[in-house]
């Protein structure tokens, strides 16, 4: 398993050859909710996931747009399982008594399928977090703690 650039400088071993420059953009600090989500569930979705992003320091202005995404296709997503719940997973044509894959399953589907590319651009997926490098906050250190 390659080690994170983060390991290799603990131990002395991180090339400055190999070492690659970053673009230092600066973390959004508090939450807000922009326009164009388009349910509740993206709404949720938006807020549990900005808490955590910026927790860890690595939201920006510039990741708005594209968690904005992200939250829309599990908004999709969950609206499609309430109707799926409703209705059932195959539709009956009115003129036989032919069944097909209802298209909500079909949504939900491709916007599992959406949802899950952009989840890993953002360290939404166990293996994506494995490849965040965050540096780690110092606690704040009551002196008098110890007395």
């Known amino acids: 398993m390659t080690k994170t650039a983060a390991e290799k400088k603990l131990k002395g071993t991180l090339k400055k050859s190999r070492e690659k420059e970053t673009l230092e953009l600066p973390a959004v600090t508090e939450s807000f909710v922009p326009e164009g989500l388009i349910n509740s569930y993206a709404i949720e ?15 920006s202005e510039c ?28 539709i009956k044509f009115k003129k036989s008594d032919y069944e097909n894959v209802s298209p909500h399953f079909t949504i939900k589907t491709k916007a599992f399928e959406i949802a899950y590319k952009l989840a ?17 906050k110092k606690k704040d250190i009551d002196p008098l703690a110890n007395l």
Do not use: H
Request: glycine share 8%; with cysteine; net charge negative.
């Open 120 to 136: 890993k651009e953002f360290g939404l997926t166990p293996l994506a977090r494995t490849k965040i490098e965050v540096e780690k």
């Open 45 to 59: 979705e938006w807020n549990a996931q900005t808490k955590l992003l910026i927790d860890g320091g690595v939201f």
């Open 63 to 90: 990741d708005t747009t594209m968690l904005l995404m992200y939250c829309n296709e599990v908004g999709i997503y969950f609206d499609s399982i309430d109707i799926l719940r409703k209705k059932g997973n195959t």
